[in-house]
Structure formats: C-alpha cells, structure tokens
C-alpha cells in the first residue's frame, strides 16, 4: 500500500500529556491509544523529560516539554494536556496546527496568571476538548470550536464489585479515593463523619491517596489508610460499601469532571456526593446515588444506605448502568476518534 492510500486510512496524534502518572495523562488521554487506534488515528503520547517540574521555577516547567515539541512536528495534529506551565502561556501557539486543547479542569483559576493566559492559549488552539459544559461555557468564549467529551470509565478494567465474603456483610465500608490536595473537601464532612462512625457500629472510613490525611475528631481504629497504587486502584473500590465525593460549591469545583464518582460507580457502588458542577449532571441520569449538600443530608444519606443494603446494591447496580451508556471508554474513544478527523478535514 502506497503512503498516500495509507494515509487516507489514518490519521497520527501527537499527544503531549503532563507526565505518566498523571491522572490527567491516565485519563484523559492514555486509556484511549489503542482504543483510538482501531478507529484509524494512531496516538503517540509524548511526555516531559522529568515528572519532577517542581525543580523548574514558574514558567520554566515548559522546558521539559521541549522534546515533545519537537517530535510533535511528524504528527499530522497535536493533543494537549492543559497548558504546559501551570498559570502560565508558554509556547502552546508554536505547536503545529491543528492544535486541539484538551481540559479537565478550571484552569484559567490556576496561579498568577491563569486569567490572563488560558484565554490567549485557547485563541490559538484549532479546538478545545472541555470535559464538562461549564468548562466548555468559559473556552467557547475564546475559541471557536468547543466541544464536551467527559472523563470516560474502562470497564473493561473497573469491574463490578463482587459479593463480600461473609466476614465483610456486617460491614459498612466509606471508601474515599484522590489526591492530598482534595483532602479539604473531606475536612468539610470531617464532623459528619465522626458522629456517624461513633454512631454506628460495622461502620469505617477507609482512603487512598498519596499520603494519609490527617483528620483530628475521626476514631482512629475506624479509619484505614491505604497508599494509592494503579495495581491496587480496583481492589481497593471493591472493598467499599459506598463511594463518597464531597465538594465546595466554588468556580474551582464546577470545573471538575465529576470522575471519583464514575469510578465508584463503574464498580456498582452507590455514591454520596455534592451536588456540584457535573456531579449533579451525573445525578440527573439515573438513580445511582444521594445528593448532600449540607451536614444533615450528609449524614442522613449515610444511615439510609447503612440501614438499607438493598439499597446499596440498587443504586450501584443503576451506576454501573447508567456508565455503561454515558461514560464508557468505548463510547467516548468513538466520539475522539470522530472529532479528530473532523477536525483534519475541515
């Protein structure tokens, strides 16, 4: 087959994420290679020379991303992960084009000039890939072609959670998942916590992130820390009764792609969550979980599934659902893949 017929068969995608254990890199982007791959458009993820940008002050961070610059050059259009240095334009509008932005967060609140930079950034990008509508609102303002693929679940990897074996069914296991830097939002429920562990006997918390949080009122034998692993990541989910996801109803939250709440429920567990941003979007399709937006609802939606296990397995099995439909890997691969060629045509 000549070059050229091959060519018109498929496309290549220079993708430069922020790092390999990135969530952003994981999520947004590395889930969907092979994926994209069955649909013509062949991804080579490019990534910074060092995971370790905090040894390079402010927008300095973007010389790691240098080699990627230019090997982005063979690609016939280039991915991006955010901005290259956080609060900062660097050299995004050098890339080749079409350049197509891809976020998953409210950046333009990133510091010291978030505001002023993501604005500049996104006129010179072909295309901006928002993973909600609220974020798609702000870069619509700035570029002309916007469009909403959320944050996708691999069901293939997140399986639904088995039994628990009969050691585990007197339990009622609160399982939280992030990073330390979103450990304020659980300070928030920290109150509601305790009382409802101190209250309820088989109940406990159990977290994982890349470090403990250091809660002051919480039991300390109701509370189990594990330290986050890729390896572990599913495990962990199935050893949880219900997902929690609590949050603050700021621009910073609106801008988040409601994803510890698909990934608690792509397993089939029921979730507790603010109803912020697009986790009430989430909501909103099905009936996979409680909304709590204040203390009381906190803990009232925590006793309703304590004392309702049916419940439990009702509303994660509609989770799993309603994943199946919206928010597959599958599905959103498909949706890329579309708008990527679309994007070389026009």
Same mark, same amino acid.
């Given at each position: 087959?000549?070059?050229?017929?091959?060519?018109?068969?498929?496309?290549?995608?220079?993708?430069?994420?922020?790092? /390999?254990?990135?969530?952003? %890199?994981?999520?947004?982007?590395? !889930?969907?290679?092979?994926?994209?791959?069955?649909?013509?458009?062949?991804?080579?993820?490019?990534?910074?020379?060092?995971?370790?940008?905090?040894? $390079?002050?402010?927008?300095?961070?973007? =010389?790691?991303?240098?080699?990627?610059?230019?090997?982005?050059?063979?690609?016939?259009?280039?991915?991006?992960?955010?901005? $290259?240095?956080?609060?900062?334009?660097?050299?995004?509008?050098?890339?080749?084009?079409?350049?197509?932005?891809? +976020?998953?967060?409210?950046?333009?609140?990133?510091? #010291?000039?978030?505001?002023?930079?993501? #604005?500049?950034?996104?006129? %010179?990008?072909?295309?901006?890939?928002?993973?909600?509508?609220?974020?798609?609102?702000?870069?619509?303002?700035?570029?002309?072609? +916007?469009?909403?693929?959320?944050?996708?679940?691999?069901?293939?990897?997140?399986?639904?959670?088995?039994?628990?074996?009969?050691? !585990?069914?007197?339990?009622?296991?609160?399982?939280?998942?992030?990073?330390?830097?979103?450990?304020?939002?659980?300070?928030?429920?920290?109150? =509601?916590?305790?009382?409802?562990?101190?209250?309820?006997?088989?109940?406990?918390?159990?977290?994982?992130?890349?470090?403990?949080?250091?809660?002051?009122?919480?039991?300390?034998?109701?509370?189990? /820390?594990?330290?986050?692993?890729?390896?572990?990541? +599913?495990?962990?989910?199935?050893?949880?009764?219900?997902?929690?996801?609590?949050?603050?109803?700021?621009?910073?939250?609106?801008?988040?792609?409601?994803?510890?709440?698909?990934?608690?429920?792509?397993?089939?567990?029921?979730?507790?969550?603010?109803?912020?941003?697009?986790?009430?979007?989430?909501?909103?399709?099905?009936?996979?979980?409680?909304?709590?937006?204040?203390?009381?609802?906190?803990?009232?939606?925590?006793?309703?599934?304590?004392?309702?296990?049916?419940?439990? +397995?009702?509303?994660?099995?509609?989770?799993?659902?309603?994943?199946? !439909?919206?928010?597959?890997?599958?599905?959103?691969?498909?949706?890329?893949?579309?708008?990527?060629?679309?994007?070389?045509?026009?």
């Amino acid at each position: 087959m000549s070059p050229a017929a091959n060519r018109e068969q498929s496309i290549t995608l220079a993708a430069l994420t922020a790092g /390999f254990n990135r969530p952003s %890199s994981r999520f947004r982007f590395r !889930q969907y290679i092979s994926r994209l791959a069955e649909s013509g458009v062949i991804v080579k993820e490019l990534m910074p020379f060092s995971d370790k940008t905090y040894y $390079f002050p402010g927008p300095f961070k973007a =010389v790691t991303r240098i080699p990627a610059f230019f090997r982005s050059r063979d690609a016939d259009m280039v991915w991006i992960s955010r901005e $290259f240095a956080v609060g900062y334009e660097t050299f995004e509008r050098l890339l080749k084009r079409p350049r197509i932005l891809d +976020v998953d967060d409210a950046v333009w609140l990133h510091r #010291p000039f978030g505001w002023f930079a993501m #604005p500049d950034i996104a006129r %010179s990008m072909d295309a901006v890939i928002a993973g909600n509508a609220y974020l798609a609102e702000y870069f619509g303002k700035y570029c002309k072609k +916007v469009y909403v693929v959320p944050t996708a679940i691999d069901l293939d990897r997140y399986t639904l959670r088995p039994e628990p074996a009969n050691e !585990q069914r007197d339990k009622f296991v609160i399982g939280w998942t992030g990073s330390s830097s979103n450990f304020k939002y659980l300070d928030t429920i920290e109150p =509601v916590l305790n009382r409802f562990l101190r209250e309820h006997d088989g109940a406990e918390l159990i977290l994982t992130a890349d470090r403990p949080w250091e809660y002051s009122l919480l039991p300390a034998e109701k509370v189990r /820390f594990v330290r986050w692993s890729e390896e572990e990541e +599913v495990s962990f989910l199935h050893s949880m009764s219900v997902g929690i996801m609590p949050l603050a109803d700021d621009k910073w939250s609106r801008g988040k792609c409601a994803f510890k709440m698909l990934q608690y429920m792509g397993v089939g567990l029921p979730v507790i969550v603010s109803p912020v941003g697009m986790n009430r979007e989430v909501l909103d399709k099905g009936d996979v979980g409680l909304s709590a937006g204040s203390p009381d609802q906190w803990y009232d939606a925590l006793v309703s599934l304590y004392d309702d296990r049916s419940l439990q +397995v009702k509303l994660g099995l509609e989770g799993r659902k309603v994943v199946e !439909q919206f928010y597959s890997a599958d599905i959103i691969a498909r949706d890329l893949a579309h708008i990527f060629k679309s994007l070389l045509v026009s």
